[in-house]
């Protein structure tokens, strides 16, 4: 039963465009989403996140929007840079809970 | 702060044999969880420590698990009788007790081969 789902295995963008990455959910009680990026080799890492009360959260080029109507969220990245290639999960914590439900990933490359 | 270390990074072993994992998290955290991550899927939960305390099991950890924290620092993963769908990335992460919405720092990992 998968809560959170990344329905694009990949996706190519060419440097300088936008990368927009998608994530969907089921569990409405879900409140704290995250954006977390994996290289090869090394653990996730920590991007960007939102809570439920709010719809736009921005860090730099890396924008996080969330639509709670649709259980839907997406991570902007503009302008896109080669160093940005890289695995992209989604993941979502309900109220109360202590433990992350993760997305299968998206992996990002940019076209130099 | 020099993030979350985990030892050894690769594991062979063969089929029926026990391993032992060990995390150490950022210091000043006190929340520890453990998570399991088979390619091409996200990491998986597996089970959560506050301080020296094993709050939270996910029945993916089956009785051939089991993980330890006992002075609230480093924790240890170990499984028992192995077989090859134990063959896994097992990831450990931690945050401080700092409030409801703390993102997790995970560290690069146990890569696991069970042969």
């Known amino acids: 039963d998968q809560q959170v789902k990344q329905n694009s295995p990949s996706l190519s963008v060419q440097e300088g465009r936008i990368s927009i990455l998608n994530c969907d959910y089921t569990?409405?009680?879900?409140?704290?989403f995250l954006w977390y990026k994996k290289y090869p080799a090394e653990g996730p890492t920590f991007l960007i996140s939102i809570s439920s009360i709010k719809d736009k959260n921005e860090d730099g080029r890396f924008t996080v929007f969330l639509n709670k109507s649709a259980k839907h969220l997406s991570l902007h990245i503009v302008p896109s840079q080669p160093g940005d290639s890289a695995v992209y999960f989604c993941?979502?914590?309900?109220?109360?809970?202590?433990?992350?439900?993760f997305g299968t990933g998206t992996r990002l490359t940019v076209i130099p | 702060d020099t993030g979350v270390s985990q030892d050894p990074r690769h594991k062979i072993t063969k089929r029926g044999q026990n391993v032992t994992f060990r995390c150490d998290p950022i210091?000043?955290?006190?929340?520890l969880y453990w998570y399991r991550q088979t390619l091409g899927q996200g990491p998986e939960f597996l089970t959560y420590f506050q301080n020296e305390a094993q709050l939270e099991k996910s029945r993916l950890l089956s009785d051939r698990f089991s993980a330890e924290r006992p002075k609230g620092s480093f924790s240890t993963l170990e499984i028992q009788r192995t077989e090859q769908g134990d063959s896994a990335m097992y990831l450990c992460a931690s945050n401080p007790i700092v409030g409801r919405y703390v993102p997790l720092h995970f560290g690069n990992g146990t890569r696991l081969t069970v042969t």
């Open positions: 210091s000043e955290h006190n929340r």
């Open positions: 569990n409405s009680m879900f409140d704290y």
């Open positions: 993941a979502a914590s309900g109220s109360g809970a202590n433990n992350l439900f």
